[in-house]
C-alpha cells in the first residue's frame, strides 16, 4: 500500500465519522508528532459532533489539549501501524483501517465488517 492509498482511506474514515456524527472513532498516528499536522482536523471533528475521538499513538510530543479528544499513550510496539476505527455509531456505518509499516511501505487492509472493526479497536485500545 502507498502512503497516498492510506492516506485517501484515513480521509473517508474520517470524513464518515464527520457525517455520521455519533460514535467512537480511535485513530493510532504512531507517533504523537504524526498527529501534529491533523491536529486541526480531530479539533474539528471534536468540536462539530457528538463523536468520542480518541488519538493514540507513542509518546514523543506534547500534544494540545483539544475539548473532546482523548489521548492515550501506547507502547512502541503500535509504533509501526497506521490504524484507524470508527464504531459508526451502529454496525451499518463501521469502518476501519490497519496498515504496518515496513522498509519498503505499508502492508494492511480496510474494512467495513463491524466485527473486524470492533476488534481493531479493542486492540489499540488494549495497546
Known sequence: ??????????????????????????????????????????????????????????????VPPIPGVRYHAVDDELE???VLAFDGGDEGQACGLVAREDSDGYTGFWTDDAAIVAEIAAAVTAA
Open 1 to 62: 500500500m502507498r502512503r497516498r492509498s492510506l492516506l485517501a482511506v484515513s480521509r473517508e474514515i474520517e470524513d464518515r465519522a464527520h457525517r455520521v456524527g455519533t460514535g467512537t472513532l480511535r485513530a493510532s498516528f504512531q507517533r504523537f508528532s504524526a498527529f501534529r499536522p491533523q491536529v486541526g482536523v480531530y479539533s474539528y471533528l471534536a468540536a462539530d459532533t457528538d463523536l468520542s475521538v480518541h488519538v493514540h499513538g507513542v509518546d514523543d510530543w506534547d
Open 80 to 82: 509501526r501501524f497506521w
